[in-house]
């Protein structure tokens, strides 16, 4: 077997776990919290057909096997002055420690989504910004100063579409009582 590089080791840490099965309660359940995640556990019991405790014990079980990450707010970034959106595509260094370069990408607080890509970038990262001094000091300064980084190539965001939430989407093409490894109605 063919040992993992340090670089495919830590990004393979992000999809670590087997695979969870859930039935068709289970189903249920993510869709009503990916609709609304502050329902209570009473309310939730409900609309799935369960009681409380159940509902409790189930939603601890997707916790405990990380289905569940975490229970979120959405924010409008732009009217707490984070409204420009830049998108920097990013070629590494060959033979360089690529996880160091994500490990330094991570620690920027404007950072809002990094993902590993194919084909002519290595990178691209998302970054929530306030305005053109700071998108200049980012992309001159700190980003291209950082381990491994070869070139960038930025694309400022003009405008964003907000969609429906993704989870609430892909739970949606799931029929009622469907189990998760079913098809989804797509």
């Known amino acids: 077997m063919k040992k993992r590089s340090l670089f495919s080791s830590k990004i393979a840490a992000g ?6 099965s859930l039935d ?5 359940l993510l869709r009503e919290l990916a609709r609304d995640s502050r329902q209570s556990q009473r309310a939730l019991s409900r609309k799935v057909g369960m009681s409380p405790p159940a509902v ?3 939603l601890a079980r997707f916790e405990r ?13 732009a009217r707490l002055g984070l409204g420009v959106v830049a998108v920097v595509n990013i070629t590494l260094k060959p033979e360089e420690d690529r996880s160091a370069t994500i490990d330094a990408l991570a620690e920027l607080p404007e950072l809002e989504q990094l993902t590993v890509v194919t084909g002519r970038y290595d990178l691209t990262a998302r970054f929530r910004i306030s305005d053109q001094p700071h998108l200049r000091e980012l992309i001159l300064e700190r980003v291209p100063g950082m381990p491994g980084i070869l070139r960038t190539e930025t694309l400022l965001g003009l405008g964003t579409v907000d969609t429906d939430d993704f989870a609430s989407r892909m739970f949606e093409t799931y029929p009622e009582g469907a189990e998760l490894g079913a098809a989804p109605a797509i």
């Open 15 to 20: 999809f670590a776990g087997p695979e969870v």
């Open 24 to 28: 068709g309660k289970d189903v249920a």
């Open 56 to 58: 409790a014990e189930r």
């Open 65 to 77: 096997t990380g289905v569940v990450k975490q229970y979120s707010v959405a924010i409008d970034w």
